[in-house]
């Protein structure tokens, strides 16, 4: 069972160099890359369209941006991200994405957006903190979209919230097998 966990770890570091060279993939950095899938998700649940004004707070290596801007390339995006290296490619990558490079839990924008979608970081309820501190940053009619565990925390907290609340797959993200779930909170 070690060597075959070992393998899937190196097979996914070895897609992710492939995919984005300056990610370095770790549980201990708490970046757990977005499927693609669930991207694709996120953003149909988020009802993205051209002109919405969209943030992606701990954006990562900029999964959910793609989607985003697959599926609405009007959008006006903006984005998170605390890991510097990440950050720079953020934007280098997305032309015409605002990237802040900082902790989201003290990002405090003067706008509010239409649309925010999110897979945070789960360590210690950091996505309890951060999911209830970008609903502060929800316009009027707005849509947050966001991963989080799916847990009995999150279950008492989130849910009640959320319009829609979908669990995933265990092993949905790699080198986890926690539960988590989807959901979306009108604004």
């Not at 509010?112 to 316009?139: C, Q, V």
């Amino acid at each position: 069972m070690h060597g075959e966990l070992k393998q899937r770890i190196e097979n996914m570091r070895a897609r992710m160099a492939a995919r984005t060279p300056v990610a370095e993939v770790s549980v201990a950095s708490q970046l757990f890359v977005t499927p693609d899938p669930v991207c694709a998700r996120l953003v149909m649940l988020a009802g993205m369209r051209d002109g919405d004004t969209v943030l992606e707070p701990s954006a990562g290596t900029g999964a959910i941006l793609r989607a985003v801007r697959d599926v609405a390339p009007g959008a006006e995006c903006e984005a998170v991200e605390l890991d510097y290296r990440l950050a720079q490619h953020l934007t280098q990558t997305f032309d015409g994405v605002r990237v802040t490079c900082g902790d989201f839990a003290a990002f405090t924008p003067a706008r509010r957006y239409s649309k925010i979608l999110m897979n945070p970081p789960f360590r210690h309820g950091l996505d309890m903190k951060h999911i209830r501190h970008a609903l502060t940053l929800l316009a009027p009619g707005g849509m947050l979209v966001a991963v989080c565990p799916d847990g009995p925390r999150q279950r008492a907290t989130l849910q009640p919230l959320a319009e829609v609340w979908e669990p995933l797959p265990r092993g949905t993200f790699a080198y986890t097998d926690v539960a988590t779930a989807v959901l979306a909170i009108a604004g």
